[in-house]
C-alpha cells in the first residue's frame, strides 16, 4: 500500500507556456499533499502544502500565483506551472500524507523548458 | 526555524561495513523521525521511522534517536553497493516534515 503516482514523468515545453503536473494517491485518501522542487544536486525544497478543499498554504518566496495548487479531491492534488520559463525548469515531488503513517513520495516530474 | 543537520558527505565505507548516518535536529517538539533514501534522479523512499527513545531495528538497518540530545542516527549493517544513496533525516510533528539536506553514501565494492 501507500502507492503515490504523478503525471507525467516528464515535460519539454516552451517558455510562456503552462504546465499542469497530477499528483494522485492510489491506495489511500490524502487530505494532505505537498509539492516539492529539486535542483540537480541539491536539497528537497518544499514549495507548498496543499489540503483537500482548501487553499494551498505556500512557503516563503513561492509565487503562488505562478504555482497553482488545487486539491479538489482526497486522491488527486495538481501543480500548475504558470507561464513557464527556463529557470522553471527542475524536478518536482509530490508526497501525499497517509493519516497515522508519514509522506509517501510520487516518483516525480521532470519538467525542461525551453 | 526549525533546522535539520546532517554531513553532507559523500560517506564512503567498503561493502560489508557498518554505515553510520548522523542527524541532529533544533525543533523539541519533534514527535516522529524517519528517514528517507533517494538514488540519484529518484524520488525518496521511506527506509526507516522511530518514535520513541532507543533503537528500532529493520532487516539491515537501525534507527536510534535520542530526544534529550536532539539526534536521531541509522545504521546500514553489512553495506551494499545498492546502498549507495542521498540519506534524508526527516524530524516531523503530525503530517509535516523538516527534511535534512541528506547525506550521500558511498558503498565501495
Same mark, same amino acid.
Given at each position: 500500500?501507500?502507492?503515490?503516482?504523478?503525471?507525467?514523468?516528464?515535460?519539454? #515545453?516552451?517558455?510562456?507556456?503552462?504546465?499542469?503536473? =497530477? #499528483?494522485?494517491?492510489? @491506495?489511500?485518501?490524502?487530505?494532505?499533499?505537498?509539492?516539492?522542487?529539486?535542483?540537480?544536486?541539491?536539497?528537497?525544497?518544499?514549495?507548498?502544502?496543499?489540503?483537500?478543499?482548501?487553499?494551498?498554504?505556500?512557503?516563503?518566496?513561492? =509565487?503562488? @500565483?505562478?504555482?497553482?495548487?488545487?486539491?479538489?479531491?482526497?486522491?488527486?492534488?495538481?501543480?500548475?506551472?504558470?507561464?513557464?520559463?527556463? =529557470? @522553471?525548469?527542475?524536478?518536482?515531488? #509530490?508526497?501525499?500524507?497517509?493519516?497515522?503513517?508519514?509522506?509517501?513520495?510520487?516518483?516525480?516530474?521532470?519538467?525542461?523548458?525551453? | 526555524?526549525?533546522?535539520?543537520? !546532517?554531513?553532507?558527505?559523500?560517506?564512503?565505507?567498503?561493502?560489508?561495513?557498518?554505515?553510520?548516518?548522523?542527524?541532529?535536529?533544533?525543533?523539541?517538539?519533534? !514527535?516522529?523521525?524517519?528517514?528517507?533514501?533517494?538514488?540519484?534522479?529518484?524520488?525518496?523512499?521511506?527506509?526507516?521511522?522511530?518514535?520513541?527513545? +532507543?533503537?528500532?531495528?529493520?532487516?539491515?538497518?537501525?534507527?536510534?534517536?535520542?530526544?534529550?540530545? !536532539?539526534?536521531?542516527?541509522?545504521?546500514?549493517?553489512?553495506? !551494499?553497493?545498492?546502498?549507495?544513496?542521498?540519506?534524508?533525516?526527516?524530524?516531523?510533528?503530525?503530517?509535516?516534515?523538516?527534511?535534512?539536506? +541528506?547525506?550521500?553514501?558511498?558503498?565501495?565494492?
Amino acid at each position: 500500500g501507500a502507492v503515490v503516482s504523478q503525471h507525467p514523468s516528464w515535460v519539454i #515545453c516552451k517558455s510562456g507556456t503552462s504546465v499542469k503536473i =497530477e #499528483c494522485r494517491s492510489l @491506495d489511500f485518501q490524502a487530505t494532505t499533499m505537498f509539492w516539492y522542487r529539486q535542483f540537480p544536486k541539491q536539497s528537497l525544497m518544499l514549495m507548498a502544502t496543499s489540503n483537500e478543499g482548501s487553499k494551498a498554504t505556500y512557503e516563503q518566496g513561492v =509565487e503562488k @500565483d505562478k504555482f497553482l495548487i488545487n486539491h479538489a479531491s482526497l486522491t488527486l492534488s495538481t501543480l500548475t506551472v504558470t507561464s513557464a520559463h527556463p =529557470e @522553471d525548469s527542475s524536478f518536482y515531488i #509530490c508526497s501525499a500524507h497517509r493519516e497515522g503513517e508519514t509522506q509517501y513520495f510520487g516518483p516525480g516530474t521532470r519538467l525542461l523548458v525551453l | 526555524q526549525k533546522e535539520v543537520e !546532517q554531513n553532507s558527505g559523500p560517506l564512503s565505507v567498503p561493502e560489508g561495513a557498518i554505515a553510520s548516518l548522523n542527524c541532529t535536529y533544533s525543533d523539541r517538539g519533534s !514527535q516522529s523521525f524517519f528517514w528517507y533514501r533517494q538514488y540519484s534522479g529518484k524520488s525518496p523512499e521511506l527506509i526507516m521511522f522511530i518514535y520513541s527513545n +532507543g533503537d528500532k531495528e529493520d532487516g539491515r538497518f537501525t534507527a536510534q534517536l535520542n530526544k534529550a540530545s !536532539q539526534y536521531v542516527s541509522l545504521l546500514i549493517r553489512d553495506s !551494499q553497493p545498492s546502498d549507495s544513496a542521498t540519506y534524508l533525516c526527516a524530524p516531523g510533528s503530525g503530517y509535516a516534515l523538516n527534511f535534512g539536506k +541528506g547525506t550521500s553514501l558511498l558503498v565501495t565494492p
